[in-house]
Every structure is written in structure tokens, then in C-alpha cells.
């Protein structure tokens, strides 16, 4: 079996910048890499199948319509000499639907992994417009690595010096429709919306950068608390919880993070926030380059 970790995606910052023509909205976001996430294994079969197990398990169809099996089939449509089917295994940790691109980072290990077991890789430009084909956040989480996202998530910069963060990753347990997010910004196709990001978003310096991330928001968040109050809930604990220097959410929700200057600082959040919302999913982690493979709580 060959198998691939799929980080959390978190967007520290996400900026709509507009809406196309043909209806897309045009993004600017800041993608870092958490420590904890998904977790895929597959090897060369005679036919696709999908098994998937783990603690949001329940939430997941195994047919068709699952994003990991799509991408599967995906290579093996689009290169037929060079890859085939394939049994797929997913521990699934992470949410479903909770704005940290958890059917992404899937598809994108399922990439990783068909290209590691069959020793082949597709032409560079062809295997992201794949990618972009199968969802708006597949190219960033093919990467792995922290970068800015912009346009409708085919435009990718590396961050190379991204500092690294300590975090606290919380899902109070809501769903939110990306789709009526997006509905409620109201905006028409062709308008331009909000400013972009600074061109040189993030200094190296943790403590300047999170003062820098201060200066920066998600404009998706106040649409996604509107229609759902437990986020504007969770947002509420994560600023009152000692040491959180920045509480925002991530994507279109509902998982929130909140940006802590040391580890133990972070792992004490986690402790605090699992006692008072035993319900709350709450982990730990290190945002990043996509490195680490483990939470820290």
C-alpha cells in the first residue's frame, strides 16, 4: 500500500476580489498546512473501489460521487497508458464540509499516491488543470505547501518562508453551504469587489506576521455566521481563551482557528476548549509549510 497524509488547509486570510464573467468568484487567499489531517493509502487493483473509515467516517459516501474515488478515476481517464485502477483506503479525521479543504487534500493525496504507485507523472500543466477540474482548492492542496491562492484557485505562489504557527483548530459541529455563502455576497457577474492582499502578505517574524494577519480578514466569515450562529459562538470562545492572538475562520466554514504564540499555549487551548464544548470538535496543530504529519494535542 503507498500511503499519503492530507493536511488540513487553512486560509489565514481569504479576500474576494470579484466575480467573472462566467460566474466564478475571484479569491486572494493565504494557504498554510496544518499538522493534522486526513489519511489515504491505495494500491494497484483490478477495478476503482473506495473504503473509508475513521471518526467522521459516517459522513462520506463510498460511490461515485466521492471526490478521492473522482480523482482516481480522473488519472486513469486522462493519462489511460500510464495509470489504472486502484483500491483506496481513507482514515477520514478531519470534518466533512468544514472549510478546511478536507475532500481536496484527499483527492490531492489520491493524486500523490496513483503517481507514487505507478512511478509516472503527468505533464506539469495538464495534471493542474486536472486538478482545478475537480475543485477550486484541489491545485493548493496538490502542492502541500503554503502559498497565496488567487483567481478561482489555478493562480498559486509559493510562501516559502512562511513562519510556523501554533494553533487551535475548532468545528462546533454545523454545516454551512459554500454555495449559499458565495449567494449571499450579492455580487453580480463582471463586479469587483473587495481590495486584495498586500503584495508582500506576510513578513517572516512570527510576532510581525500575526500583527500583519490582524490587518486581514475572511470575507466569507460574517455571510457564514449569519446563517449559522454557532460560528459567531466559536469565534466568541476562541478570543476569550488565553494567549489567542488572532480567532478566524477558515474557507466558507465552520471550522475556526485561533493563532497562539508558543505550543503549550496552544495544547492548553485545546484542553480548555474541549472541556467547556465536549461536542466541539478542537485539535491542536502546526500551520506551516506542510511538513509536519502529527498534531501536537
Known amino acids: 500500500m503507498i500511503g499519503e497524509f492530507a493536511p488540513a488547509k487553512i486560509n489565514l486570510a481569504l479576500h474576494v476580489t470579484g466575480r467573472r464573467a462566467d460566474g466564478y468568484h475571484l479569491l486572494d487567499s493565504l494557504i498554510a498546512f496544518a499538522s ?9 487493483a483490478d477495478d476503482f473501489s473506495l473504503a473509508i473509515e475513521g471518526p467522521f467516517a459516517a459522513g462520506l459516501e463510498t460511490g461515485e460521487g466521492n471526490l478521492a474515488l473522482r480523482a482516481a478515476r480522473a488519472m486513469a481517464q486522462g493519462w489511460p497508458g500510464l495509470f489504472g485502477p486502484v483500491h483506496i483506503r481513507l482514515q477520514k479525521n478531519l470534518p466533512v464540509a468544514s472549510g478546511i479543504g478536507g475532500g481536496s487534500a484527499d483527492a490531492a493525496a489520491v493524486i500523490r499516491a496513483m503517481m507514487r504507485a505507478h512511478d509516472a507523472s503527468p505533464p506539469g500543466e495538464e495534471l493542474a488543470a486536472m486538478a482545478l477540474s475537480l475543485g477550486a482548492d484541489v491545485p493548493v492542496c496538490l502542492t502541500g505547501r503554503a502559498c497565496r491562492m488567487r483567481g478561482i484557485g489555478e493562480q498559486l505562489r509559493p510562501l516559502p518562508h512562511v513562519p510556523r504557527f501554533f494553533a487551535l483548530l ?6 454551512v453551504s459554500t454555495a449559499q ?16 492582499l498586500p503584495e508582500d502578505p506576510l513578513p517572516q517574524d512570527p510576532r510581525q506576521a500575526l500583527f500583519a494577519l490582524r490587518a486581514m480578514r475572511n470575507d466569507l466569515q460574517p455571510l457564514a455566521c449569519a446563517l449559522q450562529t454557532e460560528i459567531t459562538a466559536c469565534l466568541t470562545a476562541l478570543d476569550a481563551v488565553p494567549g489567542a492572538r488572532l480567532a478566524r475562520m477558515s474557507g466558507s466554514g465552520a471550522t475556526c482557528f485561533a493563532l497562539f504564540e508558543t505550543e503549550s499555549a496552544a495544547r492548553a487551548a485545546a484542553l480548555r476548549l474541549r472541556k467547556a464544548h465536549p461536542e466541539w470538535w478542537a485539535k491542536a496543530a502546526v500551520l506551516g ?9
Open 170 to 175: 475548532v468545528n462546533p459541529g454545523v454545516a
Open 289 to 297: 509549510n506542510g511538513q509536519a504529519s502529527h498534531t501536537i494535542a
Open 36 to 44: 493534522v489531517g486526513d489519511h489515504v493509502s491505495l494500491r494497484k
Open 181 to 196: 455563502v458565495f449567494a449571499a455576497l450579492g455580487l453580480r457577474k463582471g463586479q469587483k469587489a473587495h481590495a486584495p
